[in-house]
């Protein structure tokens, strides 16, 4: 199994950038696709974008193409989500998971998550 740690979440300015990472344990990260989601309160956790194993295909919901990037260093067993022109809809909790398929777009099909980091942005 892999256990996976969020972090780099907190309080930004509309339009600011922030860096969400994900470590992961183990020695088995780099046979996962990976995914990054987010839960707004009172709303269903909705993907954002996801990696396959070897980092060279990205997939991105259409709410965040153009603005976010997610990218992954196997050496380090680490996944990253760069989140630029940040919007107030953007706020919610960001959860890393791990999937044994790419372009998983559904929370059911992942194996794995993270415990999720608080993402704010202000007006």
């Known amino acids: 199994q892999v256990q996976l740690v969020e972090s780099g979440g907190g309080l930004v300015q509309a339009g600011g950038s922030l860096r969400l990472s994900c470590a992961a344990s183990g020695r088995t990260f780099s046979s996962y696709a990976m995914g990054w989601f987010r839960q707004a309160p009172g709303k269903e956790r909705e993907f954002v974008a996801t990696?396959?194993?070897?980092?060279?295909?990205?997939y991105y919901s259409d709410y965040v193409k153009g603005r976010f990037i997610i990218s992954r260093d196997n050496v380090k067993n680490t996944v990253y989500l760069q989140m630029n022109s940040l919007k107030p809809e953007d706020t919610a909790v960001y959860y890393c998971?791990?999937?044994?398929?790419?372009?998983?777009?559904?929370?059911?099909?992942?194996?794995?998550w993270g415990q999720g980091t608080q993402v704010t942005v202000s007006t």
């Open positions: 990696i396959n194993s070897s980092g060279s295909r990205t």
């Open positions: 998971a791990a999937a044994d398929r790419f372009r998983v777009t559904t929370v059911r099909l992942y194996d794995y």
